[in-house]
């Protein structure tokens, strides 16, 4: 296939699905791993479209947001090292909230293998699908609101107006972004306010974190940083970190 053929291909697909993996990019042209990587390089110099690890996406006009399918792609180990972790916190009978974070994806899966009795709470679409085995060990509360398709998760005032009627044991978030000066962000204010939400009506409060997430802002803050109890990350923190966290006894699981 001419080079040609494969960027009218690969922008072809692109405005279907929104974002592209490049294993199944290189299988769909008939083209080498490299070969497709150096195709994107090219189509992302002309404005085309934003590349990223493991693959490309169309941004959204209005929305900086990753789309789910290639965000379940991203750090994949270290997501399943992290919600490794974060199953020593969880108790047989405990209420769950998980916001729709790929991460707390790989957590879902893991409690679902697990023998754990749990009531889960989430507007994640992705976890709500898995946990729909008959007589699973796994009670299901899915938020239910206006559906946004980017992440595939359930955003909204009836979003909050029903997770405010619960008060969990755990609520494990994953935030876009966290700084020390601005807290933690995210791209789009109707998540953010889930997650805020979810920190505010739990017990106990994870931000469950890889290390590419920190010192960076998105663009709409939101209170939390200071409800955090515990920050499981993939790697060691800063030193600033690590001393702001010491002087707001923040508990960090590297």
């Given at each position: 296939?001419?080079?040609?053929?494969r960027?009218?291909r690969?922008?072809e697909e692109?405005?279907?699905?929104?974002?592209?993996e490049?294993?199944?990019?290189?299988?769909?042209?008939?083209c080498s791993e490299?070969?497709?990587r150096r195709d994107?390089r090219e189509?992302?110099s002309?404005?085309?479209?934003?590349?990223i690890?493991?693959?490309a996406y169309?941004?959204?006009?209005y929305d900086?947001t990753y789309?789910s399918p290639?965000?379940?792609?991203?750090?994949?180990?270290?997501k399943?090292?992290m919600s490794?972790?974060?199953?020593?916190?969880?108790?047989?009978?405990d209420v769950?909230?998980l916001?729709?974070?790929?991460?707390?994806?790989?957590?879902?899966?893991l409690?679902?293998n697990?023998?754990?009795?749990l009531?889960?709470?989430?507007?994640s679409?992705?976890?709500?699908?898995?946990?729909?085995?008959?007589?699973?060990?796994?009670n299901?509360?899915?938020?239910?609101g206006s559906?946004?398709?980017?992440t595939?998760?359930?955003v909204g005032?009836?979003?909050?107006?029903i997770l405010?009627?619960?008060?969990?044991d755990?609520?494990?978030?994953?935030?876009?972004?966290?700084?020390?000066?601005?807290?933690?962000s995210?791209?789009?204010?109707?998540?953010?306010?889930?997650?805020?939400s979810?920190?505010k009506?739990?017990?106990?409060?994870?931000?469950i974190m890889d290390h590419?997430?920190f010192?960076?802002?998105?663009n709409?803050?939101?209170?939390?940083?200071e409800?955090?109890d515990?920050?499981i990350?993939d790697?060691p923190l800063?030193?600033?970190?690590a001393?702001?966290?010491?002087?707001?006894?923040?508990n960090v699981?590297?």
């Amino acid at each position: 296939m001419l080079k040609i053929e494969r960027f009218a291909r690969i922008e072809e697909e692109l405005k279907k699905k929104g974002s592209l993996e490049i294993p199944s990019l290189s299988q769909m042209l008939g083209c080498s791993e490299e070969t497709v990587r150096r195709d994107l390089r090219e189509l992302e110099s002309v404005g085309k479209l934003n590349r990223i690890r493991g693959g490309a996406y169309l941004s959204d006009k209005y929305d900086k947001t990753y789309a789910s399918p290639l965000r379940k792609t991203l750090y994949q180990q270290e997501k399943s090292q992290m919600s490794q972790k974060a199953m020593e916190f969880i108790h047989d009978r405990d209420v769950l909230f998980l916001d729709s974070s790929t991460t707390c994806l790989t957590l879902a899966e893991l409690l679902l293998n697990s023998k754990l009795s749990l009531t889960i709470v989430t507007n994640s679409m992705m976890i709500c699908s898995l946990c729909t085995e008959p007589n699973s060990h796994i009670n299901l509360i899915c938020l239910g609101g206006s559906l946004r398709a980017r992440t595939l998760s359930f955003v909204g005032y009836h979003t909050t107006d029903i997770l405010s009627t619960y008060y969990a044991d755990c609520a494990f978030i994953s935030s876009p972004k966290a700084t020390l000066s601005e807290g933690l962000s995210d791209n789009y204010l109707n998540e953010a306010r889930v997650r805020e939400s979810m920190l505010k009506h739990a017990r106990r409060r994870f931000l469950i974190m890889d290390h590419t997430k920190f010192d960076e802002s998105a663009n709409i803050r939101f209170n939390g940083l200071e409800l955090v109890d515990t920050i499981i990350t993939d790697a060691p923190l800063s030193a600033e970190w690590a001393a702001f966290c010491q002087s707001q006894n923040i508990n960090v699981v590297t």
